[in-house]
């Protein structure tokens, strides 16, 4: 089957220190996994925060990078400086084709607190 | 601009009662899906559709039905509503149009509360 797994549930991380949230995936049906964050804010929906279709490559936005490794099934999800505006929850997911049908796969969800 | 439009955003229903969700999307995109999204579960996927007319069961669709009318509308559907179904409720659009990039659009969710 498919599967993502994040291993932090809730993280709690000091302003203007660095953070790493952890995600590894599988796949047996996806031909070409496409790699995903989205990051939900308090009150709001779903948004995409970074993306990436090509093993080897790196994601960025907001500050927050990702780098897909295709050897190791691993797409972290890092940033060197947080800020309080950064509370949210994080999802890691993995989406693509799966013969004629495109399905998206999510982790369990990493909390993040941002503490002055 | 192309877009996934959830209603209600907010919804409280009596256990034992129908409920009907609806999603509406301008993406032109073939896939459909409902997810819900529970605290320490992720979001987890109940129902999809390969385009209209079509419907299919995903990880959780115990107590939930579907429909897709159409390429732009798919509703979920709780026949009977219980309370362990508190909770939110996310709709999302998505194709794989190359085959090696994926695009997927996510509705604002629907808060639903069943008492």
């Known amino acids: 089957g498919d599967s993502v797994t994040q291993t932090e549930g809730q993280v709690t991380v000091s302003e203007s220190k660095s953070l790493i949230i952890n995600c590894t995936y599988s796949?047996?049906?996806?031909?070409?996994?496409?790699l995903f964050w989205y990051v939900r804010y308090p009150g709001e929906g779903l948004q995409l925060l970074l993306k990436?279709?090509?093993?080897?490559q790196k994601g960025s936005s907001r500050g927050f990078e990702a780098t897909y490794n295709k050897e190791t099934t691993s797409f972290h999800l890092q940033k060197a400086s947080v800020q309080e505006s950064d509370s949210a929850v994080y999802y890691c997911?993995?989406?693509?084709?799966?013969?004629?049908?495109?399905?998206?796969?999510f982790g369990q969800g990493t909390s993040l607190s941002v503490v002055p | 601009e192309a877009a996934v439009t959830q209603s209600p955003r907010n919804k409280v229903a009596v256990t034992g009662g129908k409920v009907t969700l609806s999603c509406n999307q301008t993406?032109?995109?073939?896939?459909m899906y409902w997810y819900r999204q529970d605290t320490g579960h992720g979001l987890r996927l109940i129902h999809y559709?390969?385009?209209?007319?079509?419907?299919e069961k995903g990880d959780i669709p115990d107590g939930y039905k579907a429909s897709r009318p159409s390429q732009e509308n798919f509703s979920l559907i709780l026949e009977l509503a219980t309370p362990s179904q508190t909770s939110v409720y996310f709709c999302?659009?998505?194709?794989?149009?190359?085959?090696?990039?994926?695009?997927?659009?996510f509705g604002s969710g629907t808060r639903l509360l069943v008492i």
């Open positions: 990436v279709i090509t093993a080897g």
């Open positions: 993406n032109n995109h073939n896939n």
């Open positions: 559709s390969y385009g209209a007319g079509s419907t």
């Open positions: 999302a659009s998505g194709d794989a149009p190359g085959h090696l990039n994926s695009d997927y659009t």
């Open positions: 997911a993995l989406g693509g084709s799966s013969s004629s049908f495109s399905k998206l796969v």
């Open positions: 796949t047996t049906s996806i031909a070409y996994p496409n």
